[in-house]
């Protein structure tokens, strides 16, 4: 099989992935009973897309930032059409992109043995690139009165996240 073929397939296997545990998570409720807080596990293979070796040796996989994208992009747009949430497309897309730049800023800054922080800045910005989106589409600045609270969240769960994408990559070839 060709190296092509063998990485289309990956990719394919790693959004199903992602997109089995945001359909999961979505079926846990949250101990918190504020709007937008959520683990963000789904974001565990963004995080191992964009920080697996990028070395390529003959007849091996690696991936670019462009191909960690594709897959978040596709795994926002299946899990919006599978939980038939119109309105997370918007906010889930603003956020996931919002947080996917600040990883790779991120990126430039930490290694393999800090994904703990890309995760939690990650989960920041992915908060605040919602946050923005819900303001614009409902004009109502007092959402923005959440913020802090989900910052807080943030930091925590994204960190997490992080940490178990840092111990997965550990842990892959």
């Not at 497309?89 to 800090?114: P, T, Y």
């Amino acid at each position: 099989m060709r190296i092509a073929t063998k990485k289309l397939t990956l990719m394919a296997a790693l959004t199903a992935i992602a997109l089995a545990i945001f359909i999961i998570e979505a079926q846990i409720p949250m101990p918190i009973p504020i709007p937008g807080a959520k683990l963000g596990l789904a974001n565990i293979v963004t995080l191992l897309v964009l920080f697996y070796p990028h070395k390529n040796e003959q007849g091996s996989i690696s991936f670019k930032n462009t191909d960690a994208l594709i897959i978040l992009i596709c795994r926002i747009l299946l899990g919006t059409l599978l939980t038939g949430r119109a309105l997370s497309l918007l906010l889930s897309l603003s956020g996931g992109i919002l947080a996917f730049l600040a990883m790779i800023i991120m990126k430039k800054f930490v290694s393999n043995k800090q994904l703990w922080a890309c995760g939690a800045i990650g989960a920041v910005f992915h908060n605040i690139g919602q946050i923005l989106s819900a303001m614009l589409v409902t004009a109502t600045p007092t959402i923005a009165a959440y913020l802090p609270i989900l910052i807080i969240i943030a930091v925590a769960t994204g960190a997490m996240t992080g940490l178990v994408a840092q111990l997965t990559l550990k842990k892959l070839p």
